[in-house]
């Protein structure tokens, strides 16, 4: 499978590069700046550009973290939560002025309690590049501040107990009150909600954390839950594109598939995913997952032009962000290199790369993949429109 992977990028990068470089570069026409952020754009140099599409950990910016290819980390802990990285040292200002970043997501093994959270994101905010702060904050059990028993803020059972309900209220009171508490120690992005539609009963990473197995009640949800994440100064992120809800393997370990058609999908999945983008969503985040009645191929929708670019920008009209899921996760890592996932997705239509196995590794191949005509600087122009743009709007209603 590797062997077929690298061959695949390796023979699509010149059908991408063509159609990035003929069509707008995302099927759909680019987010219009505003004249103030056209004048930032010209003043930012090449490596500034690139690193507004990087959205990282704060343990890829200490290089003493030396990440293996499977994704573990080759120190003398085998468990990343144990090194519990939690304020900025100096080999991350260093790498730092090298290496700008676009956003820092924290992690449960980041914070502490409310003095440390207090102390680190202000330092987070001083690194170069002006990170937004970001984090995993669904309700239920993907929470990392409100699991965390030094913290005393409501907790919710699951986002399936809230769209048991039938009540979008009880979802817009879940996101206001998840974000008022994140507004309050400093995050700007919350990757939540989770749009995917909670279809298959043997699905082992989805499950609870979707608000139904019914498109429409969950779509309710999920536009609910983006407003009351908005109302509380916080932006949300639709995820995960284009559906991890009818799958059964967990993409965090390796390859994961959704057998359904596209017809299958605009049936089910795209009812929430439209919701959102209708809504006005900021962020849409990909799945690692693989649609071959869709895409043809095992190639996952991070890394396909067909879902992003065909399907999410032009036949669902997405304008906005397209950010991937954590590309340190199995289902990338298993397939490709580093470099490969890095430069593959911007090919592919993403503007933001999250997590990425080695940040200092991609971020290099990235510029490299500019100054050798395999991605045009026009392309990443777009993406840092777009990221800009939505930087600015949550700088002024900070």
């Known amino acids: 499978m590797k062997k077929t992977k690298k ?8 059908l991408l590069l063509g159609m990035a470089s003929c069509k707008s570069g995302d099927g759909n026409n680019p987010v219009v700046p505003t004249d103030d952020i056209e004048a930032q754009l010209q003043r930012m140099t090449l490596r500034e550009k690139v690193g507004q599409l990087f959205f990282v950990r704060p343990e890829c910016l200490d290089t003493t973290i030396h990440f293996n290819r499977s994704g573990g980390i080759d120190v003398s802990s085998d468990d990343i939560t144990k090194i519990k990285l939690q304020a900025v040292n100096a080999t991350m200002k260093r790498v730092n002025e ?36 970001c984090i995993d904050e669904e309700g239920g059990r993907v929470a990392r501040i409100a699991n965390n028993e030094n913290f005393t803020v409501e907790k919710f059972e699951s986002m399936g107990a809230i769209g048991a309900t039938g009540d979008p209220q009880n979802a817009y009171y879940c996101a206001y009150t998840i974000g008022s508490y994140l507004h309050r120690y400093g995050f700007d992005i919350d990757f939540a909600p989770v749009a995917d539609v909670n279809t298959n009963p043997d699905n082992v990473v989805i499950g609870a954390r979707a608000f139904s197995d019914d498109p429409q009640v969950a779509a309710s949800m999920v536009t609910s839950y983006l407003q009351g994440l908005k109302d509380a100064g916080v932006t949300g992120c639709v995820k995960h594109f284009p559906g991890h809800g ?3 393997a967990d993409t965090h370990f390796g390859y994961a598939q959704s057998l359904k058609t596209w017809d299958e999908m605009l049936d089910c999945e ?24 869709v895409t043809g191929s095992d190639v996952p929708a991070t890394m396909s032009s067909l879902l992003l670019q065909n399907k999410l920008r032009g036949e669902l009209g997405y304008r906005n962000i397209i950010i991937t899921d954590g590309m340190e996760m199995g289902a990338i890592t298993q397939q490709y290199s580093n470099t490969e996932a890095a430069v593959g997705t911007l090919l592919a239509g993403a503007d933001i790369i999250l997590g990425p196995q080695n940040f200092v590794e991609a971020f290099d191949a990235v510029v490299k993949a500019v100054e050798d005509g395999m991605l045009a600087e026009e392309r990443i122009d777009r993406s840092v429109r777009r990221i800009l743009e939505m930087k600015n709007q949550i700088i002024q209603n900070r």
């Open 246 to 248: 009818d799958t059964k």
């Open 7 to 14: 061959l695949w990028i390796l023979l699509t990068f010149p």
């Open 270 to 293: 795209m009812i929430t995913f439209k919701a959102g983008i209708l809504w006005g969503t900021q962020l849409v985040m990909t799945a690692h997952i693989a649609a071959p009645n």
């Open 98 to 133: 090298k290496y700008p970043v676009g956003g820092i997501i924290l992690y449960a093994h980041n914070i502490e309690d409310e003095a440390q959270l207090a102390a680190f994101i202000p330092q987070i905010r001083a690194l170069n590049g002006s990170p937004l702060l």
